[in-house]
């Protein structure tokens, strides 16, 4: 079968580009396969900011980095082909640690595959009880679970993550503060997600909104961020508040390190606590998250938006979009194979 495959070309610096990125044709067999490995057909791809992590090429033990030359890495949704695997079937439907091709072999080992259950769609799996959903759920509820009157404060708040983080802190009893970019992203958070205040970061002074919203300061923040909106928030931290480092997007194109913030006096005088966290150190929880996840969302107490892009060829384009605030919510994009 003839397979598109985008292979990752030289590095970027800042923003990457479609340039920085070749797309070839090549044939893919199921000769090609090995036991214990199957064939499967990609459907979607997730767009997830840390994927600009992986292109930078920058050894680090905790994080996987892309090889020059060889498909993009991504997390993909499919299903299976052909399989050499004794606990797969042609038809399966899965989600994985993918690439940017239109067909791929893959090796099911160590929770790198996951299957998706029959009453759900991959599109379902790839968006509002996927990995960004799952990410807010432990987030909040394993690392800063608020209590009665909080104040949460959650940047990039409209995203796919934050704003599935901000809502779950809503449910739980917080008083929630969204930061987002524009007008139209602030007002979604206040009427749909029914935020109790959203700050526009690329119009308002995020430092004066906090001091007037909340006085007595933040008690727990949930950054996707970093960057200036996490240095005003450890500025205006209350004492013995709690920062959920999920993300630090602002400084994802830079080619240096993100920075911490400067003011580590305020932490020690603040008794503050700053905790990283992964979705993957939750990997027994996943059902549970999805399970409640569900529940909010059947109810209309979570509220998710999916940005589904169609086209393999636009994957670069596509992906860029996450770092100037073009997408509505999980970005996907949905393979176009001709079958
Ligand atoms: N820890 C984990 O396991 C884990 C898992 C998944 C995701 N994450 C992290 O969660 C964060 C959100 O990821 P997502 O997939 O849900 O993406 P997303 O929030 O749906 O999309 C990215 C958003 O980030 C905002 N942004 C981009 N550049 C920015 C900048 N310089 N300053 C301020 N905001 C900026 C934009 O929103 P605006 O329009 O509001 O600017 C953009 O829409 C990322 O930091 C990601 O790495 C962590």
Known sequence: MRNRQWLLKTRPHGLPSPGDFELVESELSSRDLKDGELLVRNRLFLCAPTMRNWMSGQANSLFPVQPLGRPMMAPAAGEVVHSKHAAYRPGDRLTYFGSWSDYEIIAPAGGNVSRVADDMSLTEAMGPLGLNPQTAYFGVTRVAPPKPGD?????GAAGSTGATAAQIYRLLGARVIGVAGGSEKCEWLLKTCRLDAAIDYK???????????CPDGVNIFFDNVGGDILQAAVDHMARRGRIVVCGQIASYNDDATAEGPRNMMRVVYGSIRIEGFLRSDYLEHVCEAVGRLREWMARGEVVHRIDIRRGFSAAP??????????????????????S
């Open 151 to 155: 104040v949460a404060l959650v940047s």
């Open 317 to 338: 384009a596509v992906f860029a979009d996450l770092f100037n605030g073009r997408n509505a919510g999980t970005l996907l994009i949905e393979v176009d194979i001709k």
């Open 203 to 213: 119009n308002e002074n995020v430092r004066d909104r906090l001091k007037s919203l």
